[in-house]
T-cell receptor
Framework: AQSVTQLGSHVSVSEGALVLLRCNYS??????LFWYVQYPNQGLQLLLK??????LVKGINGFEAEFKKSETSFHLTKPSAHMSDAAEYFC???????????FGKGTMLLVSP | DAGITQSPRHKVTETGTPVTLRCHQT?????MYWYRQDPGHGLRLIHY???????DKGEVSDGYSVSRSKTEDFLLTLESATSSQTSVYFC????????????FGPGTRLTVL
């Protein structure tokens, strides 16, 4: 069975600082991996996805993530946080050929001025 | 934005009453999903559909049923609502089971008193 672990339910950074949100997965086959963002009172929006092409994936709003098979990780980064990045972020995994996603529990990103 | 609507957007009901939530899509996507979101649990899959009249259970299906009689509509029914079903419910759609990128609706906030 596939699973996702997001380290840290809350992460606090200052505006302009590096953002690092951690995601580790377990999967018995090469996975597809996703990061979604949820702003208050809204649905989830796709930030980026890994589907076995390049291991470094660039997404919207300056975010990127690197797939590391040896570490079973797919951490999300952004070089410089902006106040508008404050939101909840979810990592998700899907085994290739399966039609469902398994989500992590989410990490709330707090950005202070 | 993917054409996904959910109705109602907010509902308050009493324990023991039946409740039906509707998800409607205009994208003609094959796959549709119902999730619930609760603090500390992330998103958990309730049921999903891989075609008209084809549905399957997810992780937290007890107390819920679904129906899909048309491509564009996916209904979630709480047969006899309980307070533990107070949650935010999200519908999602996906065109394929390949990379399984899912698009989310705006959510329905359900309160069971």
């Amino acid at each position: 069975a596939q699973s996702v672990t997001q380290l840290g339910s809350h992460v606090s950074v200052s505006e302009g600082a590096l953002v690092l949100l951690r995601c580790n997965y377990s999967s018995s086959v090469p996975p597809y991996l996703f990061w979604y963002v949820q702003y208050p009172n809204q649905g989830l929006q796709l930030l980026l996805k890994y589907t076995s092409a390049a291991t470094l994936v660039k997404g919207i709003n300056g975010f990127e993530a690197e797939f590391k098979k040896s570490e079973t990780s797919f951490h999300l980064t952004k070089p410089s946080a902006h106040m508008s990045d404050a939101a909840e972020y979810f990592c998700a995994v899907s085994d290739s050929g399966y039609s469902t996603l398994t989500f992590g529990k989410g990490t709330m990103l707090l950005v202070s001025p | 934005d993917a054409g996904i609507t959910q109705s109602p957007r907010h509902k308050v009901t009493e324990t023991g009453t039946p409740v039906t939530l509707r998800c409607h899509q205009t994208e003609n996507h094959r796959y549709m999903y119902w999730y619930r979101q609760d603090p500390g649990h992330g998103l958990r899959l309730i049921h999903y559909s891989y075609g008209v009249k084809d549905t399957d259970k997810g992780e937290v299906s007890d107390g819920y049923s679904v129906s899909r009689s048309k491509t564009e509509d996916f209904l979630l029914t709480l047969e006899s609502a309980t307070s533990s079903q107070t949650s935010v419910y999200f519908c999602a759609i996906s065109a394929t089971s390949g990379d399984n990128e899912q698009f989310f609706g705006p959510g329905t906030r359900l309160t069971v008193l």
